[in-house]
């Protein structure tokens, strides 16, 4: 189900309990539509088949705060991991624990195909301060700048904006 605009919580909850999906679904979306169902009075005793779809849920565009998360994760049984995506990414770099507990906070480890390093913020052509693997000396809260990443869902260019593509879209080793 995709909703150009998301509808009433009721409405969603509908549509949920309405899928046919005996081995439950996968929910993506922002903080604000866990909240909402976070949020939302006797959720249990209204929509109980909801309860056993939302197996799996992913929240992206901006962080998750660790309230939202718990009201959820009690609210409605099911498990939130968080991912990391850029305008620039078709949508995801990376995410946490799938089957398991994922700290809040924690962008998680790279999808396949995906390599990531940290670059200093100010000047991309000093290298890498570290390139993604933690046994790095280099890898560690001491050492901050921007992730810079490197896969098949990077996009190539901004369609007739060179400017803006030779500012954002950068080139390390041969690789965007």
């Known amino acids: 189900m995709m909703f150009p605009t998301p509808p009433p919580t ?14 439950g679904l996968v929910y993506a979306g922002a903080e604000i539509l866990f909240k909402r169902l976070a ?7 209204k929509y109980p ?17 660790r309230p939202v998360r718990d009201a959820f ?4 049984g099911g498990n939130i991991v968080e991912g990391y995506g850029l305008t620039e990414t078709t ?5 946490g624990n799938l089957f398991g507990e994922s ?24 290298g890498p301060i570290c390139l993604g693997n933690p046994n790095d000396t280099n890898f560690g809260e ?16 901004y369609l007739n904006q060179t400017e803006e ?3 954002t879209i950068k080139k390390y080793e041969g690789k965007l």
């Open 165 to 167: 593509t030779n500012d």
């Open 91 to 95: 949508p995801l770099v990376s995410a």
């Open 103 to 126: 700290p809040i906070g924690v962008i998680g480890l790279p999808v396949p195909g995906t390599e990531w390093g940290i670059w200093p913020s100010e000047n991309f052509d000093e």
């Open 39 to 45: 949020d939302f009075p006797n959720i249990k005793e």
């Open 10 to 23: 009721e409405e969603l909850l509908e549509h949920i309990e309405e899928l046919p999906a005996p081995e």
């Open 73 to 76: 994760v009690e609210n409605t």
């Open 142 to 157: 001491d050492h901050t700048g921007e992730i810079c990443v490197h896969g098949p869902q990077v996009m190539y260019e």
């Open 49 to 65: 088949k909801v309860m056993g779809k939302l197996k799996l849920s992913a929240s992206g565009a901006g962080p998750l705060h």
